[in-house]
């Protein structure tokens, strides 16, 4: 399989600066840092060890340190920041987004916020105390308040004339600009290409368009990635409870925030966090792998004090013990097929309380003919080894049964882990994987010892 054209510039360059930092080459890692984007920088030094990270960081110019941060996960931001002056800190947020800020600003100590704030000035501080106001994971926290509004009575040879007196003041990602009344409450949306392409004496009520619906700020942004996906949008308008016009969401954000939540989605499987540092320090990472390798024990503990209730069984047929795994295991993946394609559901808020009724029967039809599937295959596999045909009837019983469970548990533990308030996401694998060992144990053992002894 090829390596994409990207990924090869991107590894060629980390191992160019490696090679630079090996040798004591400051000079040249410094050049080529500053030929490289934000995001190529960041990439390099997640990549790093702790201290060529620091190395690196040092060597980069306070103009790039801004844009940097941000696209830092989050561990390795603050391990940086922590070493970082506060005068530095304060530097690094000059050229920041109002919504970027937002977001580094709550992770910073209260005397370096404070001195943040204060760097501001009047209109860019109540900007940022706008989308402070907001919870982070809604539209208002997401959103930039950075906007260009146009009144719907003017003609487009005025906005035309307006956008040029702007010039680079016209904000980043402005794609289409957002039509309000003298209230400022939100109307529509005019678009720069009909702006450009329409007669100029034209008004922008006769051009502009309704079919940009506008976020509530209070939505989930859960459901603005939703949205942008749906209908291919660019930027949308933010509104409150009143109608008024208080922001725009750009593509870039909510590119970020689904990227965020597929790392969250696979990292979390492993009981990882998605900002988990890959050379974090030893007994850092060691604290927060701890908690869940001892819920997992704790579990295994339970799979085996299910297993010590049929000591005399494996004591008399040998043959459980060695077969015994394939019946946990063959749940195990079958439970672990039915739970992620849960949790994606409830990611994509296309499954709920209400449709999962019909998800737990087809993942059970499913289970049913895989179950069968399987069970012959396993069962006469069995048989042949063991020259047994009641421990293949016993084993593709309990494969059957096990499968079923889960199925049943794949589709039905997410749901009820959101209700509850836990991340399915986090939570799902250790439990599905103690239902499945469970089950599959006591299936097995259970049936060997009523039928074979």
């Known amino acids: 399989m ?18 630079y930092l090996d040798q004591d080459s400051w000079r040249e890692a410094a050049a080529l840092l500053r030929k490289l984007q934000p995001a190529e920088i960041a990439h390099v030094l997640e990549a790093l060890p702790l201290n060529q990270r620091q190395i690196l960081w040092d060597l980069l110019d306070s103009d790039q340190d801004g844009e940097t941060l941000m696209e830092l996960t989050e561990n390795v931001r603050n391990e940086l920041l922590q070493n970082m002056h506060q005068d530095d800190i304060v530097a690094a947020t000059e050229h920041m987004d109002v919504d970027d800020l ?21 209109q860019d501080r109540r ?13 208002g926290g997401l959103m930039n308040t950075d906007t260009v509004t146009v009144r719907p009575e003017v003609s487009l040879d005025v906005v035309l004339r307006y956008l040029r007196q702007l010039g680079e ?9 957002f039509v309000t009344n003298r209230e400022d409450e939100y109307l529509g949306t005019l678009r720069l290409a009909d702006l450009v392409t ?18 509530n700020v209070m939505t989930p942004d ?7 996906e749906q209908y291919d949008l660019l930027s949308a308008p933010v509104v409150d409870d009143k109608g008024h016009l208080v922001g725009r969401i750009t593509v870039d954000d909510v590119v970020d925030l689904i990227r965020e939540e597929g790392e969250h989605q696979f990292m979390g499987s492993a009981g990882l966090s998605e900002d988990e540092d890959m050379f974090a320090p030893v007994l850092e990472s060691s604290k927060r792998r701890a ?10 503990f339970l799979a085996s004090w299910v297993i010590g209730h049929f000591e005399d069984t494996l004591d008399r047929i040998v043959a459980l013990a060695v077969l015994m795994p394939i019946v946990a295991s063959m749940g195990g993946v079958g439970g672990t097929q039915t739970l992620t394609l849960a949790i994606r559901g409830i990611a994509l808020g296309q499954l709920s309380s209400k449709n999962a009724g019909y998800l737990l029967a087809k993942e059970l039809a499913v289970a049913v003919v895989n179950g069968i599937l399987w069970a012959v295959v396993v069962g006469i596999i069995a048989g042949i080894w063991f020259d047994s045909a009641d421990i293949a009837l016993v084993i593709a019983a309990a494969m059957f049964i096990n499968l079923i469970a889960a199925a049943i548990t794949g589709a039905l533990l997410p749901l009820a882990l959101d209700r509850l308030g836990f991340d399915p996401a986090l939570a799902g694998g250790v439990l599905l994987t103690t239902v499945t060992d469970v089950v599959g144990f006591l299936s097995f053992l259970g049936l060997a010892t009523l039928f074979l002894l």
């Open 102 to 122: 937002a977001d580094f600003i709550q992770e910073l100590p209260s005397d370096v916020t404070e001195e943040v704030m204060r760097s501001l000035d009047e």
């Open 291 to 300: 908690i869940w390798l001892g819920i997992n024990l704790l579990t295994a």
């Open 127 to 139: 900007r940022l105390e706008k989308v402070l106001s907001y919870p982070e994971d809604t539209a």
């Open 198 to 215: 329409n007669d100029p004496n034209e008004t922008v009520a006769e051009v502009m368009s309704l079919g940009v619906q506008p976020f």
């Open 2 to 19: 090829s390596t994409p054209a990207s990924t090869e510039g991107e590894i060629s360059r980390l191992e160019q600066i490696q090679e």
């Open 169 to 177: 003041r016209v904000p980043r990602d402005t794609d289409q600009l």
């Open 222 to 228: 859960s459901d603005v990635a939703r949205r942008f």
